[in-house]
């Protein structure tokens, strides 16, 4: 037949197929009258066609089954391989069979393995005797072991191995109901095996329940390296190309191996997280694809299975023993989630990159220590490590041990490979904060007190960072994060040149409008802050402000954190009017947003002290207030942050004259800030400091004295001596010396006072106007009117502009200023600065305060000496 | 059995000899656990093999022989390796059968199955090969439908024809199959046993 004939037969074909049996012979009659056999030959077709083909018809499965014999009636040409001679079919697969052999010497017995139809192709016998060299290398207790190899006469391969007689290892785990803790250490030994093949450059790649044999006394054995691969180099990926083309067991399979990408070491870790998942949940974490899935499985989505703990809660394999601490309790599910959840990432970037890693987490979550995977949040490792060391741990030690398992984590995971989740900066977020947290103390009642050797360890870090040139944007996560961390310390210049460096690195990765930048600039500006340069902080925080509502929606914490550092850098520049707003709008934010209580506690106490430094005291006690009840819930009575509001508190009842209270209230916050930061330390240093100033105002020098010299040598040493904070201090030893009419040692104080506010802030702001109206005080100690006059005049503009004429420094100030102008004889405007600066604080302070005393009786001497005898009676 | 396909009539060269040799292994061992899924009654064994197609050419495609080839293109060799692979097994058990191997262990001889179903093999290999010379485009078909699995849609795009005249392709090629099948087997039987 030509290609035109069975054109022709089959235009007759199609036209009668479909016709009633009778009508077909008559129509391809009539068709063809001038070759009869054309008829012929079209009716064959049509009978064929109703009888079917039974070969096309079957489909090429049941054809491959009447082909390929199963493999016990499979002929072999010998019963002997080596010592062992075959006795049955154990198991067949893709690539051979495997019969279970005996020596006939010693009886011991021993799988044998065949390849079968070794004529196929080069690749199948080269695979099989890659499998044979595999099991060779590898000599492992937890590793099936090879005996004897050869080749048949007729080129068939085989080779021996050791026999397990046991069973597979979820089967095993079901059969004798092992408990979780048990079924990890099942597991472990399985990763343990694994480890062994990886440290000899091999990839398991087939990793499955089937392949991991139980015996009955509970050892592990790892079998069928048929599809291992032998790595080229020891950076764990082997090339795709060479990918066997043997189906994987799909339930299994990493992503990149279905899809055919670069295969490595993470791909067995891949493996081994769905094993631990189904030994868990007795689930696998995916429904297995169904085979005529057309290969659509092959692109799944990176999707994450539902969590273990929610399924195992569904399943309930795991046996419900009566023993304690058997049952995983809701943490350490968490701890499991984490842990399985990170083996079986989709992304091999996020995974454990090793075994190693993995068998790590195994073992700190066997003994009850905190996961390196966990994406964590600072409460979680400290739950995690303040359970393990319930009993009291030297108090310095504590933050240090701390720091050197924060430093390793970060550098051994970045050392470690150019991987994984560290690089996000959510996750780096998490491990900052937990850092910081160390030194904010956390659930310890003491605190690093050694910070040298904190400094010391955090240096250490630094240097590791340095060292990860190549991983830019990891290194700058780090710069900023041990940055933040020296600023804390109080180590501001480190603080500076990481922090300066991280934002430098930043800029350069990502571009100028990115959240990392915002996030770096508001660090800096902070830094800033700390350095007493407002402008430069302002400038920073703005900046990073504005780049951060750019690229983030406006409740994102990255915004609420600018925002705040904005308020506060406003706050410190003495511009409440501006600040208040925006710390209160960080209140709201973190109300409404999902925050922890503390960082609520936090914002808090923030919007007090600009409503302190504002001069609205109550609307400021009662957010302290507020924010100490938090704190005390969250962190007990002995937190550095419960001392912080305490000192707040006191300040503001030292403000309003009300000096056993703030006395009372420095004296508890002292108490915990001198255990848990030690007595060097900065904080330490400002309690000190208010203690002295309430006790300067009941009259007790001495004391006072004392605990500012120590405040000062602190501050100088942390702050450099041009700091707001050594002013202060400095401010508080002018004003007993004051008081003692030491006039000569006081003008000194307060005009360093003077001179290190001006260099900071300019001329207006109001610690001008305080320490202007200090240093006039001096003058007017000595009688020098005219001078203390002047002064006192331009504290009172000063304060005015700065706090307002209604404020409690406009009003002493004014009637200070008063007194000058009684003693100068001038007493109509003395009765005016003096009555205005009276009228002033009885609104606003306990009538108790020197101040209130002192105006009512210049009052009466100003107006007696007016002839108002009646307005003076008023006032004695 | 050749290590190469016969990849004449495709005019184009996909010479990848390693990656060639992937596809026959990966064949191979998907017609094996086809063939175990038959004898297991098992009912995923009626679909075709679809997957393994689709499976081999995700892993093939970054070969750089391989990666010239279209995806349909591919498939066809997918196909051709299926239908070589089985051809070969069903020789090779024909011959079996003939006394051409040196069986001297099997665990149940009653389990041999008669070898019907390689000359049967057999004999449509010979019968796609007569339709090859009169309308290639027939053999083509029935290679891709019935050993590869693709789809009418899918063999309709590879040769650019109507998905009812695919079907129309096919109905009538089935049917000349089945008589040119009955016609000439008992010959090739006579000739493979001389």
Redesign the interface.
Known sequence: ???IR?ERV?RL??AV?DLPHDEQSEFLAAECLDDPSLAADAL???V??A??????DD????????????A????????RFGQYR?T??LG?G??GVVYLGQRDDLGSLAAVKIL??A??????RE?FASEQRTLAQLNHPLIAQLYDANTLP?GTPWFVMEYVEGIPLTDYCAAHSTSLPGRLRLFRDVCVAVQHAHRQLVIHRDLKPSNILVRSDGTVKLLDFGIAKQLESVDGVAD??R?????MTPAYAAPEQ???GRVGTYTDVYALGVILYELMTGRLPFAVPN?????AD?LRPAREPPRPSVVARETKVLPNAAIPGSTPSKSEWADLDVLCLTAMHQDPQRRYSTVDALIRDVDHYLSGEPLEARPDSARYRLGKFVRRNREAVVAASVGAILIVAVVAFYTARLAGARNDALSEAARVERIQRFTLGLFEGQDKDAGPADTMRVVALVDRGVDNARSLDAEPAVQADLYLTLGGIYQKLGRLDRADSLTRLALERRRALFGPSRPEVAEALVALGSVRIDQAKLDEAEGLIRQGLSVARQTLPSTDPGVVKATAALGRVLQERGDYAQAIPLLDDVVRLNEAGHVPPTEIGASLSALADAHYYAGHYPASDSLNTRALSIYRAAYGDRHPLVAHVLMNLSASQFDRGNYPQAEQLARQALVINTAFYGAAHFTTAQNLTMLARALVFENRFDEATGLLHQALAIRERVYGPVNPNVASTVNELGNIAYQRDHYDEAERDFRRMLDIYRAIYGEKHYLIGVATSNLASTYLGRKDYPRAEQAFRDAVRVLSATQGPEHLNTAIARIKLGRTLLRERKFAAARDETLAGYQILVKQANPSISFITAAKKDLVAEYDTLGLAAEARKYR | MPHGLDLSDFGTTFDDTRALDELFSATYEELRRLAAAVRRGDPSATLSPTALVNEAWLKLRESPRVASATPVHFKRIAARAMRQVLIEAARRRHADKRGGGAAVVTFDESLHEPASGADDLLALDDALDALARIQPRQATLVESRFFAGLEVGEIAALLQVSESTVLRDWRAARAWLANEMREHAPRRRESSGA
């Open positions: 037949m030509d290609a069975w089959q074909f199609h197929a064959a077709l049509v064929a066609d009888r079917g083909n039974p070969v096309i489909g090429v499965a049941r054809a491959a089954g009447r082909v390929f014999a199963r016990d009636a499979q002929p072999l040409p010998t019963e075959i049955r079919v067949e893709g690539m079968r139809d004529w196929l192709s080069p690749a199948r695979r007729d795709q190309t990918t066997g083309m043997r189906l279905v899809r055919g085979e005529s899935s057309d290969g092959a």
